[in-house]
T-cell receptor, first 118, second 111 residues
């Protein structure tokens, strides 16, 4: 079946511009995560959506970062006034949560969006 | 949060078994041991998870020490496609399972 998809796959933008990154999770998955991974670094959590609950925004690095999830499906991560330190691969993951998942909480990742801020 | 410790890198010959160790001496009773891997230029991929008993799936086996302070991911017959960075992480049972990867173990497979 279809996995998690992300678009665009690559984005080059000038410092100070706004960017939008899109994530289409696996159909039926109620949980959606955004992470980022800088070159040669580990995975950094950004934000988590679960059903209709308020999102966990505790990982967002600044107020320039925001995300929304419409209709419990597609999610958009927006970075305003981009800075060079925002350059990274932005990864989206989705998972089933709760009894339907057998409590495994396995997360399925998309291929990521490579963001380069020049 | 309970942390994990893994070797930075390992090498293995193709078609040989690989044992990837992970130490988690401060693990709590509600922590599940999860393994993910990340192939070059790809997003992370779930491998296996367990709580107390050893686990097997089509990708690998997970051997968990009796005191749960360490675990070993076992690839029974490594192939070139298994070359990746392997991450061992602890996730609590409830709530928001935010994944936070460290540097993991970079596994190189020698043909």
């Amino acid at each position: 079946g279809a996995g998690v998809s992300q678009s665009p796959s690559n984005k080059v933008t000038e410092k100070g511009k706004d960017v939008e990154l899109r994530c289409d999770p696996i159909s039926g998955h109620t949980a959606l995560y955004w992470y980022r991974q800088s070159l040669g670094q580990g995975l950094e959590f950004l934000i988590y959506f679960q059903g209709n609950s308020a999102p966990d925004k505790s990982g967002l690095p600044s107020d320039r970062f925001s995300a929304e999830r419409t209709g419990g499906s597609v999610s958009t991560l927006t970075i305003q006034r981009t800075q060079q330190e925002d350059s990274a691969v932005y990864l989206c993951a989705s998972s089933l949560v709760g009894p339907l998942a057998g409590f495994s909480y396995e997360q399925y990742f998309g291929p990521g969006t490579r963001l380069t801020v020049t | 949060d309970a942390k994990t410790t893994q070797p930075n890198s390992m090498e293995s010959n193709e078609e040989e078994p690989v044992h990837l160790p992970c130490n988690h001496s401060t693990i709590s009773g509600t922590d599940y041991i999860h393994w993910y891997r990340q192939l070059p230029s790809q997003g992370p991929e779930y491998v296996i998870h367990g709580l107390t008993s050893n686990v097997n799936n089509r990708m690998a086996s997970l051997a968990i020490a009796e005191d749960r302070k360490s675990s070993t991911l076992i690839l029974h017959r490594a192939t070139l496609r298994d070359a990746a960075v392997y991450y061992c992480i602890l996730l609590t049972f409830f709530g928001n399972e935010k994944l936070t990867f460290g540097t993991g173990t970079r596994l190189t497979i020698i043909p």
